[in-house]
């Protein structure tokens, strides 16, 4: 038994002997999630399957428990997910040799996809004043560890983290993850990054990513930021962030400047199975240690319904910026993780423009639409002999989103979202892609 479960275990056994205490069911609410989920990729160029297309219906249960009274408060959480296929046929899953599923559902042995696939996570926590310890199951987003729903069920980790607000203005937090369910698995796997992350006999992993940090409300309007994280064998992660808000003739522009400093720990830098992608002249396949600065800028200015934004980022060093990622889908605290890219490429610089729109205004309650355009540029790639394949290449991408959430009546609350995106490149042995995700989706109060 692992320490996580082992303090899993006692925790819920102290909770057994308070759960009558006031405030525990009192606080308590329990919702049941509901989302229909659609996905269709269409693959440009190059050899393999065209279309990766799966559709299934998604349940997301949630009770999250009130605290004990006295001085330590204790409670539990739970978490049960069900993915139901609707349609997944047989080479059209985006399923490979080498994943550990498709697009949307784990696959059986055959490559094809499971009828339904499930998971039920506990989390005990306990809280002292404004301070707060979980362990078992988590869902933590932060800078250095970002967690994923972008697919039918959402991502989760196991481990443990503490949460403290007792300072005024100061939020810290600090943990330790020991496994991650992908969002197309029932079943917990060990960490890693892209480069060391593909299935089968290459795969390389983790289990123990430690992070901390806090954000120090400086101001009412300004917000600094210091998260670290270390992924053992791996990459060592700092990133500095600084948010501010700034009240302009009838608007308010949002500034937010973020910093990543990414080097190499422990095998990463002497064990070539453990290495990450990127650009490495003179080693074979483009594959050695981290080593990656990522400087970026976002600015959004918002009017009377209207957002207009652009942003800049610049991914320095020989490797691609590193981030968890076990190459089932995962998400990461950049401006530039979009629909279909990352846009993080070593050497990678991109810049951007978005536009999105409140139907509110202009008395449409509830309908949304957004557009965000990248392009990146100076990309440098290795070939298989460790030389130079292809300097200054590219990549673009352009994100549609358009939403609506009814406002009222017996539909309230029912959300409708259309996703298309469509990204385009020059990088050697890559294929462009399209992709559109229909998205409906509800909530139900249980408690």
Known sequence: MNKSTLALAVAVGVLAQQAGAAGFIE?????????????????RDGAGANKNEEWGQGFDLRFISGYTQGTVGFGIDAIGLLGVKLDSGGGTNGATATSYGGTVFPSKSNGEAVDDFSSLGLTAKAKI??????????????????????????????GGQITSGDIKDLTLVGGQIEAVKGRNSSNN?????????????????????????????????????????????????????????????????????RYFNSSDDGKNGTDPAYFSTGNYTGVRNGRGEVDNNLYSGLFLYSVAGHTFGGGYQVSNGSSDFPWLNQGDGSSNYTITDMQIQKFGRAGEK???????????????????????????????????????AASDRSEWERDLTIGYVVPEGPLKNVGFMWKNAMWRTDLPNTRSQDENRLILSYSIPLL
């Not at 300004?222 to 992660?237: P, S, V, W």
């Not at 290795?382 to 130079?388: K, L």
């Open 27 to 43: 606080d308590s609410k329990a919702t049941l999630g509901l989302r229909n989920y659609y996905i269709n990729t269409d693959n």
């Open 189 to 257: 796997e060990q960490l890693s990054i892209g480069g060391a992350n593909t299935r089968g006999a290459g795969f390389r992993d983790s289990n123990k990513f430690i992070y901390a940090g806090g954000d120090y409300k400086i101001t009412k309007d300004l917000t600094a930021q210091y998260y670290y994280g270390n992924l053992e064998d791996f990459y060592k992660q700092h990133f500095l962030g600084l948010v501010h808000n700034w009240s302009i003739g009838p608007g308010v522009l949002k500034s937010d400047l």
């Open 129 to 158: 004043s404004q301070t707060e310890l979980k362990l078992g199951t988590l869902q933590p987003k932060n800078p250095v560890i970002v967690t994923n729903d972008g697919r039918l069920l959402p991502q989760t980790w196991q």
């Open 350 to 388: 991109t810049w951007q423009a978005r536009y999105s729109y409140d139907f509110a205004k202009v008395g449409l309650p509830g309908l949304t639409a957004g557009l965000v355009y990248l392009k990146g540029d100076s990309i440098d790639t290795v070939g298989t002999n460790g030389r130079e």
